[in-house]
């Protein structure tokens, strides 16, 4: 949390870019679609938003909003991106707990996991099978 917004970190492999990113929650009524989604954005607007590094509902990180996000964040949801590797566009997600984030002490740099772990930017790219040594 930076203030009241919400800066996001998602491990990427190095050739992955992001191209959009989405707040969706589970619907209750599950008759329409699995997920609602409360915020998206697409085309990042700098290298740390397409290296996955970028704020939530912040015109800072991305040129269109397709969704602007009316009210505050729910305690619990998912961040869901949109990437390119390969030439192909995919779609990651990870879960968020604020309860959890909201009482974390991060120094610059750090992020909680949704595990609850306190990791750098390195820490998280390197859970990725992209990154692990042979």
Not at 60 to 72: A, C, H
Not at 75 to 82: D, K, R
Request: charged share 25%; net charge negative; proline share 5%.
């Amino acid at each position: 949390m930076e203030g009241t917004g919400l800066l996001a970190a998602m491990p990427l492999c190095s050739d992955e870019t992001i191209t959009g990113a989405a707040i969706v929650v589970p619907r209750k009524d599950k008759t329409v679609d699995d997920f609602e989604t409360l915020w998206s954005a697409r085309e990042p607007s700098t290298a740390e938003a397409r290296g996955g590094v970028f704020h939530v509902n912040s015109p800072s990180s991305f040129t269109t909003v397709t969704k602007p996000l009316s009210g505050t964040l729910p305690n619990t949801f998912y961040v869901q991106l949109q990437h390119l590797r390969a030439g192909e566009e995919t779609t990651k997600s990870g879960y968020v707990d604020l309860g959890k984030l909201r009482s974390a002490e991060l120094a610059d740099g750090e992020f909680l996991t949704y595990k609850g772990d306190v990791m750098t930017r390195a820490e998280i790219n390197a859970q990725l099978p992209c990154d692990k040594k042979k």
